[in-house]
RNA sequence: GCCCCGAUCGUCUAACCUGGUUAGGACAUUGGCUUUUCAAGCCAGCAAUACGGGUUCAAAUCCCGUUCGGGGCGCCA
């Protein structure tokens, strides 16, 4: 059975580039009848927090990735909250000690970042110099007794070639001699990312590790770690990472980039989740509009594109706005409502075919709202516009189409078209568009919109009537 | 600095593994059509194998180097 894991620390909103992660490993676990796995990463107590847990909870939700085994879901390798685990780490640092494959580490902080500074000066690798592992028995005990703190380090085999096989990548391999003895357990015992991580992966049984190629570098560590635990260590498969336009990763100053801001603009969550399985994937039969659950089944992970790839907000806005089309307008307008947003009082049926006729020029639900209240709202009667239809012809359409509707005694489709024809033939200067943009400024506010038949007949004869006629008293 | 990874239109990508394509699609952009403006829709155009070697009858594809980009070298994850 395949099981996989996504395993986010609390420390901030969910990323786009982590929510792809988590998509990736969703789909995999799903197109594979695998188990999808949520797992806190909250070692870090200075960063982590609880709301964080919750809202990563509800971003995942949002955009329809479901976990099997989790905090709130439980499971039969629990907890799911490394902060709760922490009797297992003890567990199996006390193995380590025992086997001496660990040690104290005494060295300040501080003396560890003057070192550093002056390895990178000089030239050399940053890394840790390794320098504790030599203390005597005696000194490590004079250290304590001094009531010094310490860190656990493991010490790294040396002249060691550690390699693996990616599932993306390709065979993957790096000299141990490169690697300082890195920490796995803090002064108050909690563990490092490294040794938590691996101890959580081999015990819930995770098969296949799918993770950003930032933690390439550390699946080095992570295999020294589990062959000194005596696990047998996962597959491996490195993602390529998502950048802003400028090349640089995606982070917080490209704007709008937690799923948290995407939801907030109104942007739809299928249409998103959509978007970020197309970075750095396609699916087989090269279709780009889809629903995850719909395609999840042909996911094939060694179809993923080695190259980081830029996040493009035109293209969910593309995206965004098909995802629109293929959903009713009834459907929309209970999104718009779940949302908090109101609907002017008009006839659901008329609603429902304006919101039909402007969906698909809207990318998000809060866009289409804003189309739909502007077209029904009141009119703002603005400088541009006033002097866009205070001079002829437009005036001479205005007054003319005013008076003609005034007489008319019923307004309908052929009523009006049959005014718009008079208006023609009587100014036979005139184009369709010299009559119609106008009208639709006077009535609307704007030069865009849906189809002037179905404005009329949602404004009717004396909606129309009061629109022109407040405009031309404001004239 | 050292190590790891990567490189196809402006962007996302297909073709790469298993060498032979007019290097395909999509977004964006440009033009046209239609029209009741705009939008949408439809049609068309622009646009790429980073560079240099090698292997081969043949290289986007395999190999090496250069350049460029990203990641890592934390008591962050």
């Known amino acids: ?107 300040t902080e501080k003396e560890l970042e003057e070192r550093r500074q002056i390895a990178i000066l000089a030239g050399r690798p940053p890394r840790y110099d390794n320098r504790c592992r030599a203390l005597t028995e005696g000194q490590v005990k004079s250290f304590q007794d001094a009531g010094r703190e310490y860190v656990i380090r493991f010490k790294v085999p040396e002249n060691t070639r550690i390699s693996f096989n990616d599932v993306i990548r390709g065979r993957v391999e790096q000299d141990s001699s490169l690697l300082g003895d890195f920490v796995i357990a803090r002064p108050d015992g909690i563990p490092s990312f490294h040794f938590a991580v691996v101890t959580d992966d081999a015990l819930m049984k995770v098969t296949h590790v799918i993770r950003g190629e930032d933690h390439l570098s550390n699946t080095f560590l992570h295999l020294l770690l589990f062959k000194a635990l005596g696990f047998e260590p996962p597959q491996y498969a490195h993602m390529s990472l998502t950048k802003g336009a400028d090349g640089a990763l995606l982070s917080k100053r490209h704007g709008v980039t937690s799923i948290k801001d995407f939801r907030d603009k109104g942007y739809m969550p299928e249409a998103v989740a959509n978007c970020i399985s197309l970075l750095g994937w396609s699916a087989p039969d090269k279709k780009e509009l889809f629903r995850i659950d719909d395609i999840a089944d042909a996911f094939k992970i060694d179809h993923l594109s080695k190259s980081p790839s830029v996040f493009d907000l035109k293209k969910l806005d593309w995206i965004a706005a098909e995802h629109m089309k293929l959903l009713s307008a009834g459907e929309l307008s209970l999104r718009i409502a779940a949302r908090g947003l109101f609907m002017p009082q008009i006839d659901g049926v008329l609603l429902h075919r304006l919101i039909d006729d402007i969906k698909g020029g809207a990318s998000t639900l809060n866009g289409l709202h804003a189309g739909i209240t502007a077209i029904l709202g009141p009119l703002a009667v603005t400088d541009g516009l006033k002097s866009r239809l205070s001079q002829d012809p437009a005036r001479k359409v205005l007054s003319a189409f005013a008076e003609k509707t005034e007489k008319a005694e019923y307004f309908d489709r052929d009523t009006f078209d049959r005014i718009i024809g008079e208006i023609a033939e009587e100014n036979p200067g005139l184009k369709k568009r010299d009559i119609f943009v106008p009208l639709r400024l006077a009535v609307t506010g704007t030069d865009r919109g849906p189809d002037m038949h179905l404005l009329m007949e949602i404004f009717g004869k004396t909606g129309c009537l009061d629109r022109l006629k407040n405009f031309s008293e404001k004239v």
């Open 1 to 107: 059975m395949i099981r996989v894991r996504f395993a986010p620390s609390p420390t901030g909103f969910l990323h786009l580039g982590n929510a792809r992660t988590a998509l990736f490993n969703y789909m995999f676990a799903k197109a594979n009848k695998g188990a999808f796995i949520l797992r806190i990463e909250d070692t870090d107590r200075e960063r982590s927090r609880e709301e964080y847990t919750a809202q990563l909870m509800e971003d995942l939700k949002w955009l329809g990735i479901r976990w099997d085994e989790g905090p709130d879901a439980g499971g039969p390798y629990g907890p799911y909250k490394q902060s709760e685990r922490l009797h297992i780490y003890k567990e199996y640092l006390d193995k380590l000690f025992t086997q001496g494959a660990v040690y104290k580490c005494f060295c």
